[in-house]
C-alpha cells in the first residue's frame, strides 16, 4: 500500500511572478532554487488547462520544502482571492523569529495584513505565541507564526 512519505512543495499561482518574487524573496527571505518557462504537454494534461506556458518560481524554505510560485501565459486569469472563511481558500504558514522585525520590514516594503500588527494567541495548543496574516500581492494569505516561548 502506497504512504505519504514527506512534503514536496506547496503550489501558489501568481499574477506576476516577478512581483511575488519581491514579496517573497525580497520581503520574506525565500531563496530562490530555481526559476524557468515550463510548457512540456504533460504539463496541459495533468492540470486540463489550454495554456502556452508557465513561469515557476521555486523558492526553499528552511527546514525543508519548497514553494512553488505559477504565474500561467497565454491563458485568461482570475482572482481566487478570498477571506480565511471562504472554503476552497488556504494559507501558508511560516515559523518566525522575531515576528515584529519581519512585520515592520513587510508594512515598509507597502504589504499588508489582514489585522493591523502581530496578534498574541491567547489560547489553545499555541497559547503564548504571536502571528500575522500577510498578504502576498494578490492577496493570498502567509502567516508568519512565532512560537510560544516555552514551546
Known sequence: MGEILGFFHGGITVKDLHKSLVFYRDGLGLKVKFEKLLNGPYLRTVLDLKFDAISVAFLEVPGGGFIELLD?????????????????????????????????????????????????????????????????????????????ADA
Open 72 to 148: 500561467y501565459q497565454g491563458i485568461e486569469k482570475l482572482s481566487a482571492a478570498s477571506r480565511p472563511c471562504d472554503f476552497g481558500g488556504g494559507h501558508i504558514s511560516f515559523y518566525v523569529s522575531k515576528i515584529d522585525e519581519i512585520a515592520e520590514k513587510m508594512f515598509k516594503m507597502g504589504y499588508i495584513a489582514r489585522s493591523e500588527s502581530c496578534v498574541d494567541i491567547t489560547e489553545g495548543p499555541n497559547a503564548g505565541g504571536r502571528s500575522l496574516y500577510l498578504l502576498d500581492p494578490d492577496g493570498y494569505p502567509i502567516e508568519l507564526f512565532m512560537r510560544p
